[in-house]
């Protein structure tokens, strides 16, 4: 402890002598309250819908973070494009069929399809009722190449029917309630909500031949395919009472649309006076988690309090145009709430750029203050694995207001560990030196309570002024010694 102290406080004395005389404070008086205020509240509007990652709420706050990197003259990353799409695929329902001979059928009104796997080409195939699906059944019926039609008791318990059917050659079934006439609709209404959100994932979706693909279908369809009521087909228990039921031909699709999807980082840049493009990279997420629990997560902490911060930061570093050491790259990621997914693509596709990074500063939820803290606090990440960055913070936090800085979220918690779980980790995993700003969590985290009013912006400017001032030293530092041992 003491020995840390006193290297600590050495660091601190030589840079505070050579680089803190260079700095001016006058570049902080354009960080205000006011307008991270404003820019929260514009983020964290019901009419963004919570961000989702690829969805129109995200891609409408990447276009304001544009706009205002164009107004505070930032460079598009790539010299032409301000968005970086971040490989995403995303895959929705695109049209159901299902006729016979006499009718087409209409989803979610007649029957629903409960499987992931599509049905594409359209199959046309007999189909074969097979009773309540009980082993006597279908030990004695020849369902090879024929779709199945089962009447059950739950729409729970579709899936092992559906399983034991597949296996028995079946290449899809039908199923009804048997006596419950407002299942189907239940069914219907909760799977047509499933049905209208995208899929998203990194790899384009594949669909293994076994998967099974069933269908539930209501009382109507069912004695039409049939030409009896549902009364008495529940009654027949036998495969010899089945055999003599007609078997109409069914076509059967499920046709998916699978796509790149539409998610973006944000990404801009301000040169600076070199032509070696060595770059320190200031990050926050925009995206966060759209609607749960019967509401809209708008994510004002989390984390529209960040990219406001990036967005103001902009703004502050914009008069120093060519002056600093570094460039500096504004960065705004997608898709953190589903893994990093955006802070991985930007750093592990040097390619798509011409910097070199050298330093990541981010900054995830830095708008609350926690049950552990009345006032004037801020926790940093990562300081542990880079003592270099710990000691500019410090540096950074004597020519400010000076706030707690404070280290609990270094160790691993009960939560997991703060390295990995926002998107500085993307850069410490290519040994790059990061540093996280964090103001703890909170009961409304990831709740439709994250709300812009519970932020507190004389605080938010204060941190937001530190990670200026920290930041620019970086810019200003030589280089960075990097320990990687996580
Ligand atoms: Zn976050």
């Not at 600590?8 to 309250?33: C, E, G, M, R, W």
């Not at 007609?246 to 998610?263: R, S, W, Y």
């Not at 990074?357 to 939820?365: F, H």
Request: proline share 3%; with cysteine; net charge negative.
């Amino acid at each position: 402890m003491r020995t840390a102290f006193f290297l600590l406080l050495s660091v601190t004395f030589v840079l505070s002598n050579a680089q803190a005389p260079k700095f001016k404070t006058k570049y902080l008086n354009n960080i205000s309250d006011s307008s991270l205020q404003q820019h929260v509240y514009i983020l964290a509007s019901d009419s963004l819908e919570g961000r989702g990652t690829a969805t129109e709420g995200e891609r409408k706050a990447a276009h304001y973070i544009v706009e205002q990197f164009k107004l505070n003259g930032l460079q598009p990353y790539n010299d032409t494009c301000f968005l970086q799409n971040i490989g995403l695929w995303s895959w929705q329902w695109h049209t159901f069929t299902l006729t016979d001979a006499h009718h087409t059928f209409e989803t979610y009104q007649d029957f629903v399809y409960l499987s992931s796997a599509p049905i594409e080409p359209q199959i046309t195939a007999k189909c074969v009722f097979i009773g309540n699906g009980s082993d006597s059944i279908i030990n004695h019926i020849d369902l090879d190449g024929k779709i199945a039609f089962a009447s059950i008791e739950n729409f729970k318990s579709w899936y092992g029917i559906a399983s034991k059917t597949k296996r028995k050659g079946a290449i899809a079934i039908l199923m009804v309630h048997q006596s419950d006439s407002n299942a189907f609709n239940q069914v219907s209404e909760k799977f047509k909500a499933i049905h209208q959100q995208p899929s998203i994932g990194t790899q384009e979706p594949m669909f293994s031949s076994s998967m099974v693909k069933a269908f539930a279908v209501n009382q109507s369809l069912t004695e039409k395919l049939f030409n009896q009521p549902l009364d008495s087909l529940k009654h027949l228990t036998s495969h010899q009472q089945i055999k003599d039921l007609p078997t109409p031909k069914l076509t059967i699709g499920c046709q998916l649309k699978v796509e790149l999807a539409d998610a973006n980082n944000v990404v801009g840049y301000l040169p600076g006076k070199g032509t070696n493009k060595a770059a320190v990279v200031i990050s926050a997420h925009y995206d966060h988690i759209g609607e749960r629990y019967n509401g809209i997560c708008v994510g004002a902490d989390d984390n529209a309090s960040g990219t406001a911060a990036v967005i103001e930061l902009a703004k502050a570093f914009a008069p120093l145009k060519g002056k600093l050491n570094k460039d500096l790259i504004f960065l705004c990621t997608s898709g953190e709430e589903k893994g990093l997914l955006g802070a991985f693509y930007f750093a592990d596709h040097p390619q798509e750029h011409s910097f070199d990074i050298k330093a990541n500063v981010n900054i995830d939820m830095i708008g609350r203050i926690d049950s552990t803290h009345k006032n004037n606090y801020i926790y940093t990440i990562g300081n542990n694995h880079y003592p270099e960055f710990d000691s500019l913070v410090h540096v950074a936090n004597n020519m400010n207001v000076p706030l707690k800085i404070q280290y609990d979220y270094n160790k691993s918690q009960g939560f997991g560990n703060f390295l990995r779980l926002s998107d500085h980790y993307a850069f410490h995993r290519n040994n790059i030196p990061v540093l996280g700003f964090f103001s703890g969590l909170h009961n409304d985290y990831h709740t439709p309570d994250d709300t812009p009013d519970k932020i507190d912006y004389q605080l938010m400017e204060k941190r937001v002024k530190l990670i200026f001032t920290t930041t620019y030293l970086a810019t200003q530092k030589t280089a960075f010694s990097s320990q990687t041992d996580e």
